[in-house]
């Protein structure tokens, strides 16, 4: 499945303020069966969603409408728990480019990359700004510039800077994955075994 190439983005976000969210909250064990990432964005945080009737929780976040957006703003440790992929399927699925947290599990953290989804770790202080601001007003707009490495509070130019992988950056923006990468690089790879 191609990934998309990443540069800036500039989106309202969905606040999540719970700590300690963990992969089978994000995406239940049972949803585990398929292969393919078709169908998780319908079951990111299922059992935190819908009854035991498959109704809708009505105080849920994401079941609010005057909350949208492609960034999810998450409380610290975001992603713990069991190494699944399926995780990173759940919240692209849905529409989420972007994480936001204090924390992030280092599999978690890896399987977003992967998957052309931005985790941005940010300070506790900040994080707090950043759920403050979404309080005050459900429309706030945030800038993600993954080039300069900045995430801004688009009212008040309030930013801060993120940490990327120099590699996981590179293919971020030009919507690489692991093979592509490779493939782009051929040449060099050819001309390095030609001169062993």
Avoid at 25 to 48: H, S
Avoid at 79 to 102: I, L, Q
Avoid at 180 to 189: E, T
Wanted: proline residues 4%; glycine residues 8%.
């Amino acid at each position: 499945m191609p990934v998309a190439k990443f540069e800036q983005l500039i989106s309202t976000a969905v606040p999540l303020p719970i700590e300690n969210v963990d992969t089978d909250q994000i995406i239940p064990a049972r949803f585990l069966k398929a292969t393919t990432r078709e169908g998780f964005g319908d079951n990111l945080f299922r059992d935190w969603r819908y009854d035991k009737n498959d109704q809708p929780i009505a105080d849920f976040i994401l079941n609010n409408p005057i909350y949208s957006g492609e960034i999810l703003v998450g409380g610290k440790n975001f992603g713990c728990g069991s190494s699944r992929e399926h995780a990173a399927w759940a919240v692209g699925g849905a529409g989420f480019k972007v994480v936001v947290s204090s924390f992030f599990a280092d599999i978690f953290k890896g399987n977003a990359l992967n998957n052309g989804i931005l985790p941005i770790t940010v300070s506790d202080e900040f994080l707090a700004t950043i759920f403050s601001e979404i309080e005050g007003n459900p429309k706030a707009e945030f800038k993600v510039d993954l080039k300069n490495q900045t995430f801004t509070i688009v009212s008040s130019g309030e930013n801060t800077s993120f940490e990327i992988n120099g590699y996981k950056k590179e293919c971020m923006l030009n919507g690489y994955d692991d093979i592509d990468y490779l493939l782009n690089i051929k040449d060099k790879i050819q001309a390095f075994e030609a001169a062993m």
